[in-house]
């Protein structure tokens, strides 16, 4: 989002307060270097800034954005959420291999170790400006709007909370002090999974109640509205519905929430090009996304991501897992003897969304192309900086912008928006939903969809143009549609991390070999391509479903936080 106040004021985390030794004559002295609560109190700008400033993180682990405060998820960081799923896997580590190996543990989380402090932070400070919001001199209309954006935030902390560790400790509106009785039981009890997402689902009806429909004044931009509001309650509604959930909300509902997004008709397919759609701000498939100026950029991801020859870092590298799931153009699964897959060409005629999000040996790329080959293959190891080189034969492709610099681009380059919800993840949450309840060809009472003619929107964007499903699919088809749309069109956009684990098939996707390609020049010019293991032992283990709680928050709260399962 645009950024116009520094993040000076903070908060600890809820179970931070316990930990905490400090005396009080000691907090009593004010610090220099952050805007007392008094004037957030006093002031009516000061208060908005803070406000402004819940859309942000703090840096609780290194590599968390690039000089910037991290947004509300991660999303181009360093290693991104993908690299812990089969879909690329992070070129250096930078704590995601432990992940994919099956090795966390409450002692070590990784890449994934901040989610429960930064959420149970985030929550004190929405829930700190609730407080004093009734305090504050401004329009009764502009302080409704207000209350619509700190629930919001407050709910997609929860959303953290929920998608990673199953049950919350619900706090309401409690806004803890050091001085608070923080050995009360009821400080740390987990909510079920059920209760916490009614409650959410709840403050979200709320918030968009409150939001509008879209955001007046440049400055507004990148702010929750009420499609945001409802973009979430359709992505949690569409969790509640799945085997992992344990029941706690019905498909029917979850496709109820996807139709309150299309209803309000002001979201469509962006018809500029799949690959620029990530490039380019406010488009009208966006729905919430950050927006990024030139003096707030963020990771420079076409050299974090970039190939070797090319004097990039090679990161969050694809799988031959994923490459190997993106359909021929023809709209058949390359494993189907009648698709026209040529194992020798195996990059031609796949779905056009391979080349827009995969960089692999051949591919148009800047001045030249990709040389993933050996041997002398420039993108190989037997190019420049080879430690920079590939484990897996390929590159990232989705996300980098061209007509940015590649190298030396310090304060050149990263601009690109980073989308949170988008138009058509919730054409896939209406698809999926309408599917389980319905099947796939009825269209639900009050929609104007049915599950396949959802995905055909999203298929047949200009530019992808894919084959069209054909009536008559059962519902099991239907579903494997869903799954692999939302495989392709969703890749490195942190969902598969989350669909996997609710659709309870991540013990089997999770638990296959980190796929690569050894590709091999011959004298006449072809290429062989041999598989490979990218990256050994990875593994996923029944407790895997659900992240442990980090041991320190276990401890801080006296052990009395319950610990998940087999951790």
């Known amino acids: 989002m645009k950024r116009n106040y520094k993040n000076t004021f903070y908060f600890f985390a809820l179970t931070a307060l316990v930990a905490s030794g400090c005396k009080k004559d000691f907090l009593s002295v004010q610090p220099t270097d952050r805007i007392a609560t008094s004037a957030i109190e006093a002031d009516t700008a000061v208060f908005e800034a803070y406000v402004t400033n819940r859309y942000l993180g703090t840096q609780l682990q290194n590599k968390e954005g690039d000089g910037t405060v991290p947004g509300f998820g991660r999303g181009f960081e360093y290693s991104m959420w993908s690299s812990l799923t089969d879909e690329s896997i992070y070129n250096n580590d930078d704590d995601t291999w432990l992940i994919q190996r099956g090795q966390l543990a409450p002692e070590n989380l990784g890449g994934a170790g901040v989610l429960w402090a930064r959420s149970y932070r985030g929550i004190r400070e929405c829930n700190y400006a609730l407080s004093i ?37 619900l706090i309401g509106d ?61 992505r949690l509604a569409l969790y509640a519905a799945s085997p992992l959930y344990e029941g706690a909300g019905t498909w029917a509902d979850a496709e109820k929430a996807a139709q309150a997004v299309i209803s309000l008709n002001k979201y469509g397919i962006y018809t500029g090009g799949y690959n620029n759609m990530f490039l380019v701000n406010e488009t009208n498939e966006m729905i919430f996304e950050r927006l990024y100026t030139k003096n707030d950029n963020h990771t420079h991801l076409e050299i974090a991501n970039g190939p070797n020859g090319y004097g990039g870092w090679a990161g969050n590298t694809p799988l031959q897992n994923l490459v190997d799931d993106y359909e021929m153009d023809n709209g058949k699964a390359i494993t189907d003897p009648t698709s026209g897959y040529d194992p020798t060409h195996p990059y031609d005629h796949r779905d056009p969304r391979f080349n827009a999000t995969v960089l692999h040996n051949g591919s148009a790329y800047r001045e030249r192309t990709i040389e993933a080959f050996i041997p002398g293959g420039k993108d190989s190891k037997d190019g420049d900086s080879n430690w920079n080189t590939t484990k897996t034969g390929y590159y990232l492709r989705k996300y980098m912008n061209d007509a940015y610099p590649l190298q030396n681009p310090w304060g050149n380059a990263g601009f690109q928006p980073w989308i949170y919800f988008r138009y058509a993840e919730i054409l896939l949450n209406f698809a999926e939903a309408s599917n389980e309840a319905n099947g796939p060809d009825v269209i639900p009472a009050g929609a104007t969809l049915s599950a396949r003619t959802a995905i055909n929107l999203i298929r047949s964007r200009p530019g992808i143009n894919m084959p069209a499903l054909a009536a008559g699919l059962t519902q099991s088809q239907m579903r494997d549609a869903v799954r692999y749309e939302r495989r ?10 989350y669909d996997v684990r609710r659709w309870k098939i991540a013990d089997v996707t999770e638990n296959k070999p980190a796929g690569g390609v050894i590709i091999t020049k011959a004298s006449d010019g072809s290429f062989v391509y041999t598989p490979k293991v990218a990256l050994d032992g990875r593994s996923f283990q029944t407790k895997h479903y659900w992240l442990p709680i980090p041991r320190t928050e276990i401890q801080a709260s006296g052990g009395q936080l319950q610990q998940n399962a087999g951790y």
């Open 133 to 169: 919001l009734p305090k504050i001199t401004m329009s009764a209309g502009h302080k409704a709007r207000i209350e619509g954006e700190l629930k919001f935030i407050r709910a997609f902390r929860y959303q953290d909370i929920i998608r990673n560790y199953g049950g919350a400790v």
């Open 174 to 234: 409690k806004v803890y002090e050091l001085t608070d009785n923080l050995q009360d039981p009821a400080l740390f009890k987990r909510a079920s999974i059920k209760e916490s997402l009614d409650y959410t689902l709840a403050q979200l009806d709320d918030a968009a109640a409150k939001l509008p429909v879209s955001n007046d004044g440049s400055w507004m931009l990148g702010r929750a509205t009420k499609g945001a509001a409802l973009a979430l309650k359709s």
């Open 488 to 497: 392709v069109e969703l890749a490195f956009e942190e969902h598969r991390f």
